[in-house]
C-alpha cells in the first residue's frame, strides 16, 4: 500500500477508535495502532517511544477526555435527553445545546460530543417508528378515524446501533370516551432492541378513534 494512503487509513481507524468511546474503552484498541504503524512500516519503535515521551500530557490528556466520555455516558445522556424534552422552545434548545456543548468540549474531545447528540437524536427516529409497529401489529374493523394525539412518559433507556433489529411489545393500557364519541386509548409501548437486555424506548402512545 502507498505510504501516504496508509497513514491516512491509520488517523481514519483512530478517529473511528476514538468515536467508539460509547460503546468500549478505547485506549487499548489505541495502542494496538501504534503497533499496527510500526508494522506497516510507518515508524520505527524507536520513533514511537520518543513521540510518546515527547507527548506525553497530550496523551495524558486525551486518556482524561475519552474516559470522562465513557464513564459519563449515561450521565450526558440523560442530561442531553432531558433538554430535548423538557425545552419547548426551539431558540431555547439551541441555545441550550451549544452551551452545554461547549462546556462538555472543554472536557470531552469534539467526537465524542457529537456521538452523544447523535445517538440522543436517533431515539427519536426509533419513536417514529410507532406508527409502523402499530399498522403492522392490529387492524380496526369498525370505521373510524384514527388520530396520533400525542405520547406521555418517552424515556430513552439505550442507544440503537446500526444495523439493529427492532421489535414493539405494545399493551392497550386504557380506554376512554370522549367528546363526540369518540374513543381515546392509551397503549404502553416497549421497543427492544436484538441482543440488549433493556429496552431502548419506553413510552405511553395516545391515539384517539372518531367514528365516521
Given amino acids: ?48 517511544l520518543h513521540e510518546a515521551e515527547k507527548n506525553f500530557e497530550v496523551i495524558m490528556l486525551l486518556m482524561f477526555m475519552v474516559a470522562g466520555i465513557y464513564f459519563l455516558k449515561e450521565l450526558l445522556l440523560f442530561t ?19 452551551a452545554v456543548s461547549a462546556v462538555l468540549s472543554a472536557f470531552l474531545d469534539a467526537l465524542t460530543v457529537t456521538a452523544v447528540v447523535i445517538t440522543v437524536a436517533h431515539g427519536f427516529l426509533t419513536l417514529s417508528l410507532l406508527p409502523h409497529f402499530f399498522s403492522t401489529t392490529y387492524t380496526v374493523q369498525t370505521p373510524s378515524m384514527g388520530v396520533n394525539y400525542g405520547l406521555n412518559k418517552v424515556r430513552f433507556m439505550a442507544p440503537v446501533r446500526v444495523n439493529s433489529r427492532l421489535r414493539a411489545l405494545l399493551h392497550l393500557a386504557a380506554v376512554e370516551n370522549i367528546d363526540g364519541g369518540a374513543l381515546q386509548l392509551t397503549w404502553r409501548v416497549s421497543i427492544e432492541c436484538e441482543g440488549q437486555d433493556k429496552p431502548v424506548c419506553v413510552a405511553q402512545y395516545l391515539v384517539r378513534r372518531y367514528p365516521l
Wanted: contains cysteine.
Fill in 1 to 48: 500500500m502507498n505510504p501516504h494512503l496508509a497513514s491516512w487509513v491509520l488517523v481514519g481507524e483512530f478517529i473511528f477508535t476514538l468515536a467508539m468511546a460509547l460503546k468500549c474503552y478505547p485506549l487499548q484498541p489505541g495502542g494496538l495502532l501504534a503497533v499496527q504503524a510500526i508494522l506497516m512500516g510507518l515508524a520505527s519503535p524507536e520513533n514511537v
Fill in 80 to 98: 442531553f435527553t432531558k433538554i430535548l424534552l423538557k425545552v419547548k422552545s426551539k431558540a431555547m434548545l439551541s441555545l441550550l445545546f451549544c
